[in-house]
């Protein structure tokens, strides 16, 4: 048995699609929270970007375990593949439970901790407290969902996602508009749905991958090793990107009590998702083809698909970007009537097309290179240039200069487009091709 190997457009648009429908769900949760305040809309937002700080940890399996299923798919070894998913099950599970009691039991004092904005916190602790209570949800999706595209399958973790948010819009306008629930209601909407999508990617996996019946096996521990060696360097970088990220929004919250400046980047965060839903899926679907390729040996065939799909992406993302930034104000319209608000996301859009240049190149190459077993390189990178450019230009540009949000997002752009130059070079430099994981068994 193997893989069943697709092109890159056969798994890019069910990828896109389904990254698209994740984006349209806190576009969705966003258009909605704008009938109650603004203020709901930003502590959201920020809840969300530090649930997202704390839940890293699940990412040091499932982003080591599709480096490992798809190299060993790629070799015709599944049984390892489904190995490794099992390992890969256990932890999360383990994890994601003790984090949830984490979130749940505390949320409140780590909203202090991070200076939340006095306004938003009532709204930021609600929703941090069942979202992030829940979060054990966001540890085991990733494991099945990351399990069927291995094996290309990308239309099961699509309709979960698609269903997931038809039954959120559903629930979010029943606890909304039915029984004024607010926050809460969107919360709990939220959790819901997640459950909705977990059961959907279980039964698919159950029923559409048999690899546990390949004879295939290697010792559990080497299986964990490799997915840790790849695991942890990638989580690490997702922690630094985290971090850098909570550090950015306690900037924005400093720079006005009103919660003007946080909010703005709530609001460009939902349109500029759209741009980058191409670049993720584009990303997601090469590194698929990464993995099967390198376990196969096909280094030639790897070097020019990541490219190719580099420079599909760019091409994609700036199109979408320009459109936002051209139709800006009938966009944001459907969110805010706030002459000053529509303006200042207007201006943020603009310097997001050359965002989302480096961004989508940064996610290509070095999800490619993560794939490869490459994973350490990246992360150095992103150490030094997060927090010189990302965190450092928010301060300096934004607080310093008094460009608030606008030179957050000048620290933006700078940071992902110097980090996509060296995600470039080190592909360019072939280096990737001796780190394959099937040699080590």
Known sequence: MEGNRKTLKQLFIPISLETLCYMLAGMVDTLMLSSVNDEA??????????????????????????????????????????????????????????????????????????????LLMPYAKTYLRIVGG?????????????????????????????????INVVLNAVFLFGFHMGVQGVAIATVLSRFLNLVVVFAASHYLVDAHKAPERIENKLVLRQIIKIGLPAAF??????????????????????????????????????SYCVGAALAQANAIMTGWRIGAKEFEACDKGTKKAAITGILAAVIIASLFAIFSRPILRLFTDAPEMITLVGRILLIDIILEIGRVSNLVFGSALKVSGDAVFPTIIAAVFMYLCAVGGTWFFGIHLGFMVIGAYIGLAMDECIRAICMFLRWQSGRWRDKGLVKES
């Open 237 to 274: 970088e997702t922690a630094l990107y985290n971090l850098a990220m909570a550090l950015m929004t306690r900037f924005l919250n400093q720079m006005d009590e009103g919660g003007i400046n946080v909010t703005a980047r709530s609001y460009a965060m939902q349109i500029t998702n759209f």
């Open 41 to 118: 809309v930003g502590a959201v937002g920020t809840s969300n970007t530090y649930i997202g700080m704390f839940i890293i940890m699940f990412s040091i399996i499932s982003s080591g375990m599709i480096a490992v299923m798809t190299q060993y798919i790629g070799a015709g070894k599944v049984g390892i593949a489904y190995q490794a998913r099992q390992i890969g099950l256990v932890f999360n599970a383990v994890f994601g439970v003790l984090l949830s009691l984490f979130l749940f039991f505390f949320s409140g004092q780590i909203l202090e901790l991070v200076g939340v904005a006095p």
């Open 134 to 166: 829940c979060c054990f949800l966001n540890a085991m999706i990733p494991i099945f969902s990351s399990y069927l595209r291995a094996f290309g399958h990308t239309k099961p973790p699509l309709a979960a996602t698609l269903s997931a948010n038809v």
